[in-house]
């Protein structure tokens, strides 16, 4: 990457992005660190700012935070979700049913519950499911029709996300999932994780999942 500081915004080059121009106003440092002895770092500074320091960053929608755990995008999530419900509860009230409810919930509700779930689905504690999982329980009851659950939903679009990957050769990740293509069979090998927190991330657990669906 390229720096341009006679600029009054800082200029980023990168093969992925084209141009990018930082606004040093708008941005947020997040400081991941598993190390025990943490080392106290210097903020980093952009056109003679030093920039703000965040445990917890919203970025496309969905919330990370500097210990990975997805805390802070399910407490998002469930907000968002009760407030949805509320709706979805009001749309009834008046008399709404059927499809044009399950519709609503399907494009307002599930979809805000759902969002990102590639990428935490697999990851969040068991405590954040159930709290998801209770949202989706209650969305249930009003529609009357059994609906699937965050692991349920994740898994399937997991599997769905990693084998749309395997077609599409101008994905980043492309190179790397082919790469782990098993000579004997259509499965793929599973990486190496050294850590429980990479195990449960996206691409182990969708190649495990993927794996499970080539005996189905």
Same mark, same amino acid.
């Given at each position: 990457?390229?720096? @341009?500081?006679?600029?009054?915004?800082?200029?980023?080059?990168?093969?992925?992005?084209?141009?990018?121009?930082?606004?040093? *106003?708008?941005?947020?440092?997040?400081?991941?660190?598993? $190390?025990?002895?943490?080392?106290?770092?210097?903020?980093? @500074?952009?056109?003679? $700012?030093?920039?703000?320091?965040?445990?917890?960053? =919203?970025?496309? &929608?969905?919330?990370?935070?500097? =210990?990975?755990?997805?805390?802070?995008?399910?407490?998002?999530?469930?907000?968002? *979700?009760?407030?949805?419900?509320?709706?979805?509860?009001?749309?009834?009230?008046? *008399?709404?049913?059927?499809?044009?409810?399950?519709?609503?919930?399907?494009?307002?509700?599930?979809?805000?519950?759902?969002? &990102?779930?590639?990428?935490? &689905?697999?990851?969040?504690?068991?405590?954040?499911?159930?709290?998801?999982?209770?949202?989706?329980?209650?969305?249930?009851?009003?529609? *009357?029709?059994?609906?699937?659950?965050?692991?349920?939903?994740?898994?399937?679009?997991?599997?769905?996300?990693?084998?749309?990957?395997?077609?599409?050769?101008?994905?980043?990740?492309?190179?790397?999932?082919?790469?782990?293509?098993?000579?004997?069979?259509?499965?793929?090998?599973?990486? =190496?994780?050294? =850590?429980?927190?990479?195990?449960?991330?996206?691409?182990?657990?969708?190649?495990?999942?993927? @794996?499970?669906?080539?005996?189905?």
């Amino acid at each position: 990457m390229q720096v @341009n500081d006679d600029c009054q915004k800082s200029t980023f080059h990168a093969p992925f992005c084209g141009c990018l121009q930082i606004n040093a *106003g708008k941005t947020k440092e997040l400081v991941v660190d598993f $190390r025990r002895h943490k080392q106290i770092l210097s903020p980093v @500074n952009i056109q003679g $700012r030093d920039i703000v320091r965040v445990d917890s960053y =919203k970025y496309l &929608g969905v919330y990370l935070n500097n =210990k990975l755990d997805w805390t802070n995008n399910t407490e998002a999530i469930y907000k968002k *979700g009760q407030s949805r419900l509320f709706l979805l509860r009001r749309l009834r009230s008046f *008399g709404v049913q059927g499809e044009l409810l399950k519709t609503f919930f399907e494009s307002v509700v599930a979809s805000d519950i759902f969002y &990102g779930v590639v990428c935490w &689905g697999s990851s969040i504690s068991t405590a954040d499911r159930k709290r998801l999982d209770k949202l989706i329980r209650k969305a249930s009851s009003v529609l *009357g029709i059994p609906l699937d659950t965050v692991q349920e939903a994740g898994e399937r679009r997991m599997v769905v996300k990693l084998s749309s990957l395997l077609q599409n050769a101008s994905h980043t990740l492309y190179e790397t999932v082919t790469s782990l293509s098993s000579s004997f069979s259509d499965r793929l090998i599973h990486p =190496k994780c050294l =850590k429980e927190r990479y195990r449960r991330s996206f691409l182990p657990a969708a190649i495990r999942l993927y @794996n499970q669906s080539c005996f189905q």
